[in-house]
C-alpha cells in the first residue's frame, strides 16, 4: 500500500506589523531618545562589558551539570509569563507571548514543517536562566543576540563600541581576527557568549556527552 503525504494549505502567509510595540521601526537600535532604547543600551553594556572567555566557561561548567530542576516543554514555557527580555527594542511583553506568536507565524507560513512550528515554540526557553529555580542570573547574561568570544569581537555586534571595557580586549590571546581558534575550525568548535541560545543549544545535546 503507498501513503501519499497529505499537506496541508495555509490560508495566506503571515503578515508582519510594520512597527513595534513602541511605535518605532523593528530592530532599530540608533533612536537614542526612546526610553526603551535607553535600558537596551544600558543592557547591551553591561553585556558587552561582562561576557569573557573565563566568563562563559564558568557558565557552561556550572550549567552542564543540568540539576536545576525537571520539567515538560509546556510547563517551561509557562515559566516564560514571568520573563520579560531588555534587550528587545520591539517587544515588552511576557516572553511566553513571543513564543507562541512565533510558532503560529512558523505554521502559517510552512504548515508542513512541523520541526519548524516546534523549533519556533522552543528557541527562547533558555531565558528561564532569569528565574530562581534556574539560578536568577541577570538579564545580561541570559538574553540579547550572542557572539564568538575568545577572539576579537566583530564590529558588525550591536553597541560593540561597550567592548573597550571588556577584558578579553587587551589579551593577546583573545584579541585577534582568529584569537584562539584555526581558520576554518567550524562553528562547533568556537565558544560562544553565554545565554538562553547557548543554554538551549546544550540542553538539546545527548546529557551523556557532559558526563
Not at 4 to 14: C, R
Not at 29 to 58: A, C, G
Not at 114 to 130: E, P
Amino acid at each position: 500500500m503507498q501513503v501519499e503525504e497529505v499537506k496541508v494549505e495555509s490560508k495566506g502567509a503571515f503578515e508582519a506589523p510594520k512597527i513595534n510595540a513602541f511605535g518605532q521601526t523593528f530592530r532599530d537600535y540608533t533612536n537614542v531618545e526612546s526610553e526603551r532604547q535607553k535600558s537596551v543600551q544600558e543592557f547591551y553594556r553591561l553585556n558587552h562589558i561582562s561576557q569573557s572567555v573565563d566568563f562563559v566557561k564558568k557558565m557552561r561548567e556550572e550549567y552542564t551539570k543540568f540539576n536545576k530542576t525537571e520539567m515538560s516543554i509546556w510547563e517551561c514555557c509557562e515559566l516564560l509569563n514571568q520573563v520579560v527580555d531588555e534587550s528587545d527594542p520591539d517587544l515588552d511583553e511576557p516572553q511566553i507571548q513571543h513564543l507562541l506568536q512565533s510558532a503560529e507565524a512558523a505554521r502559517k507560513d510552512y504548515p508542513n514543517e512541523d520541526w519548524l512550528h516546534l523549533t519556533a515554540l522552543i528557541h527562547d526557553l533558555g531565558k528561564v536562566l532569569c528565574l530562581p529555580s534556574f539560578g536568577g542570573l541577570p538579564q545580561w547574561a541570559v538574553v540579547g543576540d550572542t557572539f564568538p568570544v575568545g577572539c576579537a569581537f566583530d564590529e558588525s555586534i550591536v553597541h560593540h563600541k561597550y567592548f573597550k571595557d571588556n577584558s578579553d580586549i587587551n589579551n593577546p590571546d583573545y584579541n585577534t581576527k582568529n584569537g584562539i581558534y584555526q581558520e576554518g575550525c567550524g562553528l562547533d568548535k568556537v565558544i560562544m557568549s553565554w545565554g538562553h541560545d547557548e543554554y538551549m543549544y546544550l540542553v538539546s545535546w545527548p546529557q551523556i556527552l557532559f558526563d
